[in-house]
Every structure is written in structure tokens, then in C-alpha cells.
T-cell receptor
Framework: KQEVTQIPAALSVPEGENLVLNCSFT??????LQWFRQDPGKGLTSLLL?????REQTSGRLNASLDKSSGRSTLYIAASQPGDSATYLC?????????????FGKGTKLTVNP | KAGVTQTPRYLIKTRGQQVTLSCSPI?????VSWYQQTPGQGLQFLFE???????NKGNFPGRFSGRQFSNSRSEMNVSTLELGDSALYLC??????????????FGPGTRLTVL
């Protein structure tokens, strides 16, 4: 059974700092890994999607890496801003137990202080 | 292009009642999936529909059901509501099915409170 863990559960940093969010998963047989952002009480906004054959994806100040063999992904945020404050979720897509699955971690709540 | 829309955005119900939530996918998308998000359990998959057929189902009791219409709009229904059903219900869509293989685009969610 796929399990996704995100550490830390919460992170507080000063504005301008570079930071890394971590995501680990137990089953390396995945199709992709997706990072989302969720603002309080809102839906999910897709940030980056990494296919299993890729090692990383970049979008603006965001860079996500994937190491399937070790079951890890990181989301790097450069020059953090107060507007980056949100909960960041990673989700692993795969096929298990006869059906497709998208398994989410519980997220890292990021606070960027001005 | 408009995003995924969900109605209503907020609902308050009492135990034992039933509720129907609606999701309209991005124009052209034919796959719709539903998720429940609670503080304790996080995001959990409910079911996925494509071309009016349920493709995948999560591990939820039969009180949770769904359907998809020919225009790809989807509804989910929860009968005999329990306090533990209080959650944010999220809908996601994609052009083609592939719960674990395709990028998912989420709506803003419906916040259900059961009293």
C-alpha cells in the first residue's frame, strides 16, 4: 500500500529565504508525482507534475526533483515571499491493487514572514 | 478557459439528512474525480467517472455515491449524514481518464458541515 509522508508538517521562514519541502513515498512503482498548493479553505492549485521518467521540473521560483529509487521528492522554493504562505501537498500517482490511485501526503504548512 | 466549478460552496446539514454536491469540469474534460479532505485523514479519493461510468472507487461506505451526466458534469450524494462526514469535498477533472497517470485540475471545493 502506497504511503506518502511530508516532513515537516509546518515550517516558518523569513521572507527572502530559500527553502526545501520534502515528500517521501514507500512504493517506487509510480507513474508521476505532483505538487499542489492549497490556500486556507480553498481547492488545490497544481504547481508541478513530474513524470516517472523525469528527474526534475521547474516553474519560475519553484523546482521539484524526483528520485524514484529512494522514494523521495523535494520542492525547492527560491527567494520566498509572504504570498507563498500556504499548505503544500505532494501526490503520487500509480497503479495498485487493480486500480489507479492518487495518494496524497498530509502537507507542509508554510508561513513566510515579512 | 473557465476552471472546475463546484456548487454549492458551503452547506450545513444535520445528521441523518442527505446531500448532493455538483461539479462541472473544465470545458472539454470528460474525467471527473472526487475527494474528501479532513484535518485528520487528509485527502482521500472517493471515486472517478469517465463517459458516465465509474472507473475507480475508493474505500468509502455505500452511503457515498456519484454519477456523471452526458455533458460530463458530475454529482456526488451522501445519504444518512454522520458528523464525521463534515469535510471539504473536492472535485478534479482531466481531458482523459487516468487517476494515477494524468495531471489533476481541482475545483475550489464544497465545505460540508454536519450538525
Amino acid at each position: 500500500k502506497q504511503e506518502v509522508t511530508q516532513i515537516p508538517a509546518a515550517l516558518s521562514v523569513p521572507e527572502g529565504e530559500n527553502l526545501v519541502l520534502n515528500c517521501s513515498f514507500t512504493d517506487s512503482a509510480i507513474y508521476n508525482l505532483q505538487w499542489f498548493r492549497q490556500d486556507p479553505g480553498k481547492g488545490l492549485t497544481s504547481l508541478l507534475l513530474i513524470q516517472s521518467s523525469q528527474r526534475e521540473q521547474t516553474s519560475g521560483r519553484l523546482n521539484a526533483s524526483l528520485d524514484k529509487s529512494s522514494g523521495r521528492s523535494t520542492l525547492y522554493i527560491a527567494a520566498s515571499q509572504p504570498g507563498d504562505s500556504a499548505t503544500y501537498l505532494c501526490a503520487v500517482g500509480g497503479y495498485q491493487g487493480g486500480s489507479e490511485k492518487l495518494v496524497f501526503g498530509k502537507g507542509t504548512k508554510l508561513t513566510v514572514n515579512p | 478557459k473557465a476552471g472546475v466549478t463546484q456548487t454549492p460552496r458551503y452547506l450545513i446539514k444535520t445528521r441523518g439528512q442527505q446531500v448532493t454536491l455538483s461539479c462541472s469540469p473544465i470545458s472539454g474534460h470528460r474525467s471527473v474525480s472526487w475527494y474528501q479532505q479532513t484535518p485528520g485523514q487528509g485527502l482521500q479519493f472517493l471515486f472517478e467517472y469517465f463517459s458516465e461510468t465509474q472507473r475507480n472507487k475508493g474505500n468509502f461506505p455505500g452511503r457515498f455515491s456519484g454519477r456523471q451526466f452526458s455533458n460530463s458534469r458530475s454529482e456526488m450524494n451522501v445519504s444518512t449524514l454522520e458528523l464525521g462526514d463534515s469535510a471539504l469535498y473536492l472535485c478534479a477533472s482531466n481531458f482523459i481518464p487516468g487517476l494515477g497517470t494524468q495531471e489533476q485540475f481541482f475545483g475550489p471545493g464544497t465545505r460540508l458541515t454536519v450538525l
